[in-house]
């Protein structure tokens, strides 16, 4: 029997069967993401079907149905009284459909609807198979668990959901509002959560109504914490880190068009929530489908034998979504009577679907003088094209708030394991989102704030320069390494040397933040010492390594320039454009505002990706935009485990780095050079906080070498 390694958990949510956002291209490219991550079992999180679409069916359903009946019961007691009048011994009478017997009556038909429904989403749902780990030989269905929501599936999406389980035996349904999932091999638990409420407010921000359905949880259960909460229905993507709040938690997109926007909705797609086999820090992808959502209509194109003026409808109408006879005859210059003579031709056309070509048809709107496609068609039968790449990779490890001098930075967690995190992930992009230094200001010196010997700005900036470079060059050092083994020595040259020198040495890019900002205020430009150190120690440490290897090139101090850049925008290997940021501002209660406004601030630049900080607190945000299409916003923690000014504040902090992995491809239909396809998020932060370095101990130190009472 093969051993599963590691676990991968795919999460779905909000099909919304029965409404118009209802497409099943969403459903099915969300499983085909799936079945190609090769997850363990995947989780629908709430939205089963569209509660008051599918209410307001059954209702119009169960109305005909029993109206039939009344009228055939009707007319059988018409016949039989007409038989009566000739007949000695009457017939009885059909019971009519009143009281009692009309209350089960309409059960039963309500019943038949509902298994109508769990029929066709029976169909819907893709069904994933895997290799049996006990028979490799044979393939076993991947379990898929539905977890309804009361707020937007409600009663009768539950009984729906529990007539499927019936009909497909991989389809578990587990407890209404949310279900605690134990992850077999990487001993984690997940606890999956849905509205239960009906009314959530409107607001701005994706974390709000988030973090209420797990605080109400929270105050409501008696049971421990799991590892990591997993909430459903929002349409948003959003990864929490455990340190600012004592839970961590991340939220998963829609797999729907969104139509009607209760709270915040924004994301469609699908996420994969990944524990690594080595037991290491857990990995959140969010797959965005909202760009094949938004160009639906691109993949409709004319029928076989369409005239050149039907073929320039079919387009106005995929440019408008619906077209008027007064519109066509506007825009396509001809008179009325030829624009219906051509739409009474298309209307005729019959309807067929390959891969990304799809005629569904034009139905016309007496109400609204309108044709539209055929939304139906939209809806079950519309094919995407979707694309398997060739994709763009951006690989980003980002810290922020090292507060080199500080006697709270926890530096051997940054010279130890931000290089093992760099080489494990693969980045080639290291990025300081600012407050690089401690700085002197609020007089920290005389506070205690600051390590003995570095109540210095420029000793402050060398400190983080060999800092920074010490972390640069161990990640060169097995970069290189690697290369230089596998290269032919005989080929050498000077340009082979520059190459792998090239691709093991990290992009370092910076920023100032406010801290870097304080001496700027006495006519010093902050963090040139910082710059100038780190170039030398980089030039000096390369040079002596290429020694050893009996190697040389130059020069190597402008190679390590060009590597060493401060600048806000910057121009990523994908054609991505990221902005970094450091605003002065305090942290707020909702998590997510100012990843969100840093957001807004890079999208006016035309920035899809951005990684700020100075909040002491990590977050990842995904979201979609007109122009740009998918963005993130990643919002970096700090090197510290805290300060007297935070912990006088009752602030807690999220310690550690931050992760990005972004595939992105250009897209012809879009104006954008690329747009993302997958964002791929984590933080790694130290497993427990240190102590703030004991300035007494070290004074003491000094001290008992003299032969003097320590100080108490």
């Given at each position: 029997?093969?051993?599963?390694?590691?676990?991968?958990?795919?999460?779905?949510?909000?099909?919304?069967?029965?409404?118009?956002?209802?497409?099943?291209?969403?459903?099915?490219?969300?499983?085909?993401?799936?079945?190609?991550?090769?997850?363990?079992?995947?989780?629908?999180?709430?939205?089963?079907?569209?509660?008051?679409?599918?209410?307001?069916?059954?209702?119009?359903?169960?109305?005909?149905?029993?109206?039939?009946?009344?009228?055939?019961?009707?007319?059988?007691?018409?016949?039989?009284?007409?038989?009566?009048?000739?007949?000695?011994?009457?017939?009885?009478?059909?019971?009519?459909?009143?009281?009692?017997?009309?209350?089960?009556?309409?059960?039963?038909?309500?019943?038949?609807?509902?298994?109508?429904?769990?029929?066709?989403?029976?169909?819907?749902?893709?069904?994933?198979?895997?290799?049996?780990?006990?028979?490799?030989?044979?393939?076993?269905?991947?379990?898929?668990?539905?977890?309804?929501?009361?707020?937007?599936?409600?009663?009768?999406?539950?009984?729906?959901?529990?007539?499927?389980?019936?009909?497909?035996?991989?389809?578990?349904?587990?407890?209404?509002?949310?279900?605690?999932?134990?992850?077999?091999?990487?001993?984690?638990?997940?606890?999956?959560?849905?509205?239960?409420?009906?009314?959530?407010?409107?607001?701005?921000?994706?974390?709000?109504?988030?973090?209420?359905?797990?605080?109400?949880?929270?105050?409501?259960?008696?049971?421990?914490?799991?590892?990591?909460?997993?909430?459903?229905?929002?349409?948003?993507?959003?990864?929490?880190?455990?340190?600012?709040?004592?839970?961590?938690?991340?939220?998963?997109?829609?797999?729907?068009?969104?139509?009607?926007?209760?709270?915040?909705?924004?994301?469609?797609?699908?996420?994969?929530?990944?524990?690594?086999?080595?037991?290491?820090?857990?990995?959140?992808?969010?797959?965005?489908?909202?760009?094949?959502?938004?160009?639906?209509?691109?993949?409709?194109?004319?029928?076989?034998?369409?005239?050149?003026?039907?073929?320039?409808?079919?387009?106005?109408?995929?440019?408008?979504?619906?077209?008027?006879?007064?519109?066509?005859?506007?825009?396509?210059?001809?008179?009325?009577?030829?624009?219906?003579?051509?739409?009474?031709?298309?209307?005729?056309?019959?309807?067929?679907?390959?891969?990304?070509?799809?005629?569904?048809?034009?139905?016309?709107?007496?109400?609204?003088?309108?044709?539209?496609?055929?939304?139906?068609?939209?809806?079950?039968?519309?094919?995407?094209?979707?694309?398997?790449?060739?994709?763009?990779?951006?690989?980003?490890?980002?810290?922020?708030?090292?507060?080199?001098?500080?006697?709270?930075?926890?530096?051997?967690?940054?010279?130890?394991?931000?290089?093992?995190?760099?080489?494990?992930?693969?980045?080639?992009?290291?990025?300081?989102?600012?407050?690089?230094?401690?700085?002197?200001?609020?007089?920290?010196?005389?506070?205690?704030?600051?390590?003995?010997?570095?109540?210095?700005?420029?000793?402050?900036?060398?400190?983080?320069?060999?800092?920074?470079?010490?972390?640069?060059?161990?990640?060169?050092?097995?970069?290189?390494?690697?290369?230089?083994?596998?290269?032919?020595?005989?080929?050498?040259?000077?340009?082979?040397?520059?190459?792998?020198?090239?691709?093991?040495?990290?992009?370092?890019?910076?920023?100032?933040?406010?801290?870097?900002?304080?001496?700027?205020?006495?006519?010093?430009?902050?963090?040139?010492?910082?710059?100038?150190?780190?170039?030398?120690?980089?030039?000096?440490?390369?040079?002596?390594?290429?020694?050893?290897?009996?190697?040389?090139?130059?020069?190597?101090?402008?190679?390590?320039?060009?590597?060493?850049?401060?600048?806000?925008?910057?121009?990523?290997?994908?054609?991505?454009?990221?902005?970094?940021?450091?605003?002065?501002?305090?942290?707020?209660?909702?998590?997510?505002?100012?990843?969100?406004?840093?957001m807004d601030y890079g999208k006016r630049q035309?920035?899809?990706?951005?990684?700020?900080?100075?909040?002491?607190?990590?977050?990842?945000?995904?979201?979609?935009?007109?122009?740009?299409?998918?963005?993130?916003?990643?919002?970096?923690?700090?090197?510290?485990?805290?300060?007297?000014?935070?912990?006088?504040?009752?602030?807690?902090?999220d310690q550690g780095v931050g992760f990005?992995?972004?595939?992105?491809?250009?897209?012809?239909?879009?104006?954008?050079?690329?747009?993302?396809?997958?964002?791929?998020?984590?933080?790694?932060?130290?497993?427990?906080?240190?102590?703030?370095?004991?300035?007494?101990?070290?004074?003491?130190?000094?001290?008992?070498?003299?032969?003097?009472?320590?100080?108490?």
């Open positions: 029997m093969e051993i599963q390694k590691g676990a991968k958990i795919g999460f779905a949510s909000r099909i919304d069967f029965g409404s118009k956002g209802f497409r099943q291209s969403v459903v099915n490219a969300n499983f085909e993401l799936f079945r190609k991550e090769g997850t363990h079992f995947n989780v629908l999180a709430g939205g089963l079907i569209a509660e008051k679409a599918v209410l307001r069916k059954m209702k119009a359903y169960v109305k005909d149905v029993l109206e039939t009946e009344r009228d055939k019961i009707r007319d059988r007691n018409e016949r039989i009284k007409r038989l009566n009048k000739k007949r000695k011994k009457p017939l009885a009478l059909a019971p009519l459909l009143t009281g009692e017997y009309l209350v089960v009556r309409k059960s039963v038909v309500e019943e038949d609807f509902l298994r109508t429904v769990a029929e066709q989403l029976a169909k819907v749902i893709p069904v994933l198979t895997e290799p049996d780990p006990e028979n490799p030989t044979k393939e076993r269905a991947v379990d898929l668990f539905i977890t309804t929501s009361p707020a937007f599936d409600g009663e009768i999406g539950e009984r729906i959901a529990q007539i499927l389980s019936e009909i497909r035996k991989d389809i578990r349904v587990w407890n209404v509002g949310g279900d605690r999932f134990p992850v077999r091999y990487v001993n984690k638990l997940l606890w999956v959560l849905t509205p239960t409420k009906a009314v959530w407010m409107r607001g701005d921000y994706y974390s709000t109504s988030v973090e209420r359905v797990i605080k109400d949880k929270i105050k409501q259960t008696s049971q421990d914490s799991p590892d990591i909460y997993v909430v459903g229905c929002f349409a948003v993507s959003i990864l929490k880190p455990k340190g600012e709040l004592k839970y961590q938690y991340c939220a998963v997109p829609a797999s729907c068009r969104l139509e009607e926007t209760r709270v915040n909705e924004n994301q469609i797609g699908a996420s994969v929530l990944e524990f690594p086999a080595d037991g290491s820090q857990h990995l959140f992808r969010t797959y965005s489908l909202k760009d094949l959502v938004s160009k639906e209509l691109s993949f409709i194109v004319p029928p076989k034998g369409a005239s050149s003026v039907q073929k320039k409808i079919i387009e106005i109408m995929k440019a408008k979504g619906w077209a008027t006879r007064g519109i066509l005859v506007s825009e396509l210059r001809v008179s009325s009577q030829e624009v219906d003579k051509a739409m009474e031709s298309l209307m005729k056309k019959l309807t067929f679907r390959r891969n990304g070509e799809n005629w569904p048809g034009v139905v016309y709107r007496e109400k609204s003088k309108k044709y539209y496609f055929d939304l139906d068609y939209v809806q079950r039968s519309l094919k995407y094209a979707t694309s398997s790449g060739p994709f763009n990779e951006d690989r980003i490890v980002s810290f922020a708030c090292m507060h080199a001098g500080s006697k709270e930075t926890d530096y051997a967690f940054f010279m130890n394991e931000v290089p093992k995190i760099i080489l494990k992930q693969d980045s080639h992009i290291l990025v300081d989102a600012g407050d690089t230094k401690e700085g002197l200001k609020h007089d920290l010196d005389k506070k205690g704030e600051i390590l003995p010997g570095l109540a210095n700005n420029t000793r402050q900036e060398k400190y983080a320069a060999n800092m920074v470079g010490g972390v640069i060059f161990k990640v060169f050092k097995e970069r290189f390494t690697a290369l230089f083994r596998d290269c032919d020595k005989d080929k050498l040259n000077a340009d082979k040397v520059y190459e792998m020198v090239n691709r093991s040495l990290l992009t370092f890019i910076y920023i100032l933040g406010n801290h870097d900002l304080w001496e700027s205020g006495d006519g010093h430009e902050p963090l040139v010492v910082f710059r100038g150190a780190l170039v030398r120690f980089l030039t000096d440490h390369l040079h002596e390594h290429l020694t050893d290897q009996k190697l040389s090139y130059q020069p190597l101090t402008k190679l390590v320039e060009s590597k060493v850049l401060c600048q806000e925008t910057f121009d990523l290997p994908s054609g991505l454009k990221m902005s970094i940021q450091h605003p002065h501002m305090s942290r707020a209660k909702t998590t997510s505002i100012r990843p969100q406004e840093m035309g920035c899809q990706v951005v990684i700020g900080a100075n909040f002491h607190v990590g977050e990842s945000v995904d979201e979609w935009d007109q122009d740009l299409g998918q963005c993130h916003s990643q919002e970096i923690g700090t090197m510290k485990h805290g300060s007297n000014f935070e912990r006088h504040k009752m602030k807690m902090v990005l992995r972004i595939l992105s491809r250009r897209d012809d239909y879009f104006k954008s050079s690329s747009r993302i396809f997958m964002t791929e998020k984590t933080f790694y932060g130290a497993n427990q906080p240190i102590q703030p370095v004991d300035d007494l101990a070290i004074v003491n130190s000094y001290i008992k070498q003299w032969g003097i009472e320590p100080i108490k």
